[in-house]
């Protein structure tokens, strides 16, 4: 397949924001074990994983389509001080994530690469399930107050 530099462009400005999620996920999950809140461990960890396996995604795709893939560039990690400001951090980074997927999914359309589009459509999917997640406990801090909520995350 001919090389579209456009589309390698797209693909590892995505794989930036992903690498981005799995470090900022994997620091908040070890912050929240260390805390003793297990239970919000775990999904702190397991969205860490699905980040990893979006990056794996995206980096098998650039190879197929004969680009370079760039794993070593990050953006901002945001790091809370505590469960609601890790919260608000990762409903951010989701957000930023599936405006850039939204983004990257017109971009296919436009340089008419639907196998590409396809993988991004699948992986924007997977965001919006994370970003619900993060809202929803955003919520719940919202409707039980801070202390009752903390003590069903452990
Ligand atoms: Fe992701
Ligand atoms: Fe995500």
Known sequence: MK???????????LLKEELTAINQYMVHAEMADDWGY??????????????MK????????ILFL??????????????????????ENDRA????GIDGY??????MVEEKDNGSKQL?????????AHIDYFEEQLG?????????YLTTIK
């Open 140 to 148: 719940q801090i919202e409707q039980m107050g801070l202390p009752y």
């Open 54 to 61: 979006h990056a794996e995604e995206l980096i098998a795709r």
């Open 93 to 96: 980074l989701e957000q930023g």
């Open 120 to 128: 991004l459509e699948g992986i924007l999917e997977q965001e919006e």
């Open 66 to 87: 004969g680009g370079k893939p760039i794993v070593s560039e990050m953006s901002n990690i945001r790091i809370g001080k505590d469960l609601p400001s890790m919260l």
């Open 3 to 13: 090389t579209n530099e456009t589309v390698i462009a797209t693909l590892n400005g």
């Open 38 to 51: 297990q239970a919000f461990a775990k999904v702190e960890e397991h969205t860490a994983i699905q980040e």
């Open 102 to 107: 939204n983004a990257g999914i017109k971009v």
